[in-house]
Structure formats: C-alpha cells, structure tokens
C-alpha cells in the first residue's frame, strides 16, 4: 500500500506522538524518517513532567534517571533550589526515548518508512505526493515533525523563516567513578554561564550531558563557555567527552501552522520553550493536537486546519507568546532581573518547576506582574 490518510515526515517526538493518536484513531499513518532507528539526537536529554503527563503508556523502560529536585544558579551567590513528589526532570537518551514512542505508535498500526528522506512535496486536487530517496507515496494530509531544520516546511511553501533559533552545544561526558558520584545526585542549571544563555550538567545513567546555549544568534564562541562551564562547576577526571551542536527554535512562525493540508509541529513550527528552550513536551503536544484536529475533523481539510489552530490558540500560543517576552527580559535586562532574583528568585524557580510539572502556564499579564515587581524594588 502507499496511500495513507497522513504522512509524517519525522519520528522524533512531535512525529511519533502524532502517529500514534492518529492510529489510534483509526487513521492510516505513515512515519517517514531519514535515518536508521533508533537514531542519535543532539539533546540535553532533561523531560519535564508536564510532556511525561501527555503520553498514555510508561517510558520507565527508557528512563536514566529521575529527579525531583532542580538546582537553578546565578553565578556563584544565588543557589535556588526546587522539590516535588513527582520528577520535575527525567533524564533520557534520545535515541531510545523517541524508538518507544515509534514503537507505541507502530503497535498502533502505523507503519514505518526509515532510512527514507523526503524530496519532495507535490500538490493534486485530492492528494499529496510524497517522494522519498526510496519511494513515491500519497496521503491526504502531511504532518511535519521533522525538527529545527524542517525542509518539509520548506517544500510545502513556507518561504521565509520566521522562527527564531538559538544556538547549542551538548557533550556527552564520560568521568571517573569518583567523580561521577559528585555530580551524579543534582540536575543544575547555570544562568549567565554564557552571556545570553545558561549552561547545565544532567546526569545521566552513567555520563553526564553538560551544555551550553545562547539566546542570542550573535556570533560566540560556545566551545570557549563550555570549557569555562567545566571549569566553574569543578568537573575533573574526564574520561571522554563528544561534541554535537545544533540549533533550538524559540519562537513560533508568525506566518501560520498549517497550509494545503500540512501541518507543522514540534521545532518545525518553532515550539520550544523561549526561556528554557526545552522542547520536547511542547513536540509530544503539538503532535496530538495536530492528530486530534484531523480525527475530529473526520479528515475534512478544511474543519482539520481550523481545529488544529483552535487547538494551538487555546493554551501553547499565548504560553509561547509570554514565554518570548520573558526570554527577552530575562537574557536582554540582567541589572534588574538579577535584582529581582535577589528578592524573587526562589518565588521564580518554584513557578518554572510548576510550568515544568505542569501544573501551570505563564502568567498571560506577565508584563503588568513584572513591572509592579519593579517599582516595588526601585521606590
Ligand atoms: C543541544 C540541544 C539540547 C537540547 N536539550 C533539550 C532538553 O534537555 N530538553 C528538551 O525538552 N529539549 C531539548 N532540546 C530541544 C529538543 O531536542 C527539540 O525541541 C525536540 O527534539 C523537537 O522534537 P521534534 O519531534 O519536533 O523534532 P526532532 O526531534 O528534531 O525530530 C525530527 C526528525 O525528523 C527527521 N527528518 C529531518 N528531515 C527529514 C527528511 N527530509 N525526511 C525524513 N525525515 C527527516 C530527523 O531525522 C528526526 O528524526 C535540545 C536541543 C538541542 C539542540
């Protein structure tokens, strides 16, 4: 068969969630992936809760470790710590936690096209043509999950790129027994480790993924703040450490989500987090929302586009929409936000850890909240 009800071009989280709600809906489903699974991604590998409360089955199989306790610092004076019952981040490998999901989803029916990168996008009245480096294949509808670079988007005729992506750098490092036992009980984060950015050290089951990103896309030496990173948080007796870069988009296109029948999400659509750049809960939502607007529009093109924005402007937009604001005051107005931090800080991590479990969004008047704060502290 290569007629499906939709392809998915990407098995990374936002692609394989979208398959599996869509055969679970009943939908015929293809995953187009590139490369051979389970894949390597460049990722810290940090899951916050609120993604593991949007999956249906249990990743404990992939889990590395987990932690209900999150250490946030501002150079060497502020420390603010955090703690739930349940894990604020989960650590997890990728390759293996994106194969689960595949897997979950094939269990469900869909099936899986790897080592088939997608060429090309054709437009006729009733379908899509899809040609891979392997094969054609037509669907009705296109999911594009396939990340920060999304040709796909490009090919279904998203001209500019409106999203704003922000560099990264993560090692995989592999260190003494001894050390390992020193770092291996905190998942910290480090503002300020690099101007414009933060840097962190997530432990994993045996190495630890430490990196670095900038929130701005001037030029910087990334390599250079990580050495510094290393040296700051004292890490020693390094065994072996692997370099992956990549980029991060942190603001949504600002030129729509959906066009002819294809439907972006995930880093595609430019979905991660703008202040914390963690983005796979925000791909493992987008992903069913995309999947959902096209079961309840009972693969009506139309009714599927409307629902999907419906379902974007409920809650993921206007999140993303403050989340930028605050990314910009946060990296952009150091003097003062690390006055407020001084007065505030513990009351903002704890609001990052319950956006991280979920249990809330960014406040829609940030703005007001921040500028009352502001002349608290000045006058
Ligand atoms: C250094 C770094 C650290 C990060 N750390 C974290 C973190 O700790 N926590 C967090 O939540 N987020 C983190 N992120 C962000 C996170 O990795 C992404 O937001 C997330 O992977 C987005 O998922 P996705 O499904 O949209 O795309 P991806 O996971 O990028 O999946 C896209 C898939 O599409 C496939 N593909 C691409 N082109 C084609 C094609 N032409 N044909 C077929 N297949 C194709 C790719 O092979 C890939 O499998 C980090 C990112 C970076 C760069």
């Not at 040709?151 to 750098?169: E, N, Q, S, V, Y």
Request: proline fraction near 3%; glycine fraction near 6%.
């Amino acid at each position: 068969m290569n007629h499906f009800d939709v392809a998915v071009i990407g098995s990374g989280p936002s692609g394989a969630s979208a398959a599996f709600h869509l055969a679970k809906n009943g939908i015929s489903t293809v995953i187009i992936e590139k490369e051979t699974l389970p894949r390597y991604k460049t990722c810290g590998g940090g899951f916050v809760y609120r993604g593991r409360k949007d999956l249906p089955f249990s990743i404990d199989s992939v889990v590395e470790r987990e932690f209900n306790t999150v250490d946030v610092y501002l150079g060497k004076k502020l420390h603010f710590k955090t703690e739930r019952k349940d894990p604020i981040i989960t650590m997890i490998m990728r390759d293996s936690f994106d194969n689960l999901i595949v897997e979950k989803a094939k269990e469900m029916g869909v099936t899986i096209l790897q080592g088939n990168k997608l060429k090309s996008i054709e437009h006729q009245s009733d379908k899509i043509i899809l040609t891979t480096s392997q094969q054609t294949i037509t669907a009705k509808f296109v999911i594009a999950a396939d990340g920060a670079l999304s040709p796909t988007a490009k090919m279904a005729g998203w001209k500019t790129d409106t999203r704003f992506l922000i560099p990264a750098l993560e090692y995989e490092v592999k260190v003494s027994d001894e050390e390992f036992k020193r770092h291996v009980d905190e998942v910290r984060f480090d503002m300020d480790a690099i101007p414009f950015g933060y840097a962190w050290n997530f432990p994993k089951k045996n190495h630890l993924s430490v990196g670095i990103a900038s929130a701005r896309r001037t030029k910087i030496n990334l390599k250079k703040y990580y050495q510094e990173y290393v040296q700051h948080i004292g890490l020693k007796d390094i065994i072996s450490e692997t370099q992956h870069g990549f980029q991060i988009p942190v603001a949504a296109r600002t030129d729509g989500f959906v066009k002819n029948g294809v439907f972006l999400t995930g880093d595609a659509a430019g979905f991660a987090d703008p202040v914390t750049a963690e983005g796979i809960s925000n791909a493992i939502y987008s992903g069913m929302l995309a999947a959902r607007a096209i079961a309840e529009a009972d693969l009506n093109m139309s009714e599927a586009e409307k629902l999907y924005m419906e379902k974007l402007n409920e809650k993921l937009i206007p999140e993303l929409k403050t989340g930028e604001w605050l990314a910009k005051f946060f990296y952009e107005q150091k003097t003062i936000r690390n006055l407020l931090l001084k007065k505030y800080g513990q009351r903002f991590s704890e609001a990052m850890a319950d956006i991280f479990m979920g249990d809330r969004s960014y406040p829609t008047d940030i703005k007001k909240r921040m500028t009352q704060k502001i002349k608290e502290l000045v006058f």
